[in-house]
């Protein structure tokens, strides 16, 4: 699951959101983990749900929006998440204009 460090950042950045007006409402926010093997999924979970309560807009990809490695640099190499990033980031690059006020 997510690492303490993630978890309060999820929590404190979600409450002063709220606390000021939903600051993170209408914006875009992907979920993009890195994991060796298991919890990415968790971790996904935890961050999008933060997104979602706070009115965000989240986008979707081909599969799931992570990279897998055990070494620092080992994810350059994970060619199916780079894939998935980029076609995230086309999905952004695409949503972007559409969503301006």
């Known amino acids: 699951g997510p690492t ?3 978890k309060a950042l999820i929590d404190r950045a979600g409450v002063v959101a709220k606390m000021n ?3 993170f409402a209408r914006k ?9 093997r298991g919890g990415a999924v968790s971790v996904m979970d935890a961050i999008n749900h933060m997104f979602l309560i706070s009115k965000m807009i989240v986008p979707g990809s081909t ?7 055990r070494e620092k640099g080992d994810v350059a190499g994970d060619e199916e998440g780079l894939r998935n990033m980029r076609d ?14």
């Open 63 to 69: 599969y799931w929006n992570f990279g897998v490695g």
């Open 4 to 6: 303490p460090e993630i």
């Open 21 to 23: 007006g939903c600051l």
């Open 28 to 36: 875009i926010g992907a979920a993009v983990v890195c994991h060796r």
């Open 88 to 101: 995230l980031g086309e999905t952004i690059a695409w949503l972007l204009p559409r969503i301006r006020d």
